[in-house]
């Protein structure tokens, strides 16, 4: 059996680690240089005709 758990310190390491995932997250969406940005759009636009061209006609 393990010794005693401060749960104050439990609770504030668990906020502190959501809080970074949190920021990891921002940065990936948020952190990027306006060419990023524009890439990153029309490869999603280039990828949505792609779909929209294969799709069936029934």
């Not at 401060?6 to 990027?32: C, I, T, V, Y």
Request: aromatic share 2%.
């Amino acid at each position: 059996m393990t010794g005693p758990i401060n749960l104050n310190k439990a609770r504030k390491a668990r906020a502190q680690a959501e809080a970074k995932k949190a920021a990891a997250e921002n940065r990936a969406r948020f952190g990027r240089t306006k060419a990023e940005k524009t890439v990153s759009r029309l490869e999603a636009e280039k990828a949505r005709r792609l779909h929209d061209q294969a799709r069936r006609e029934d």
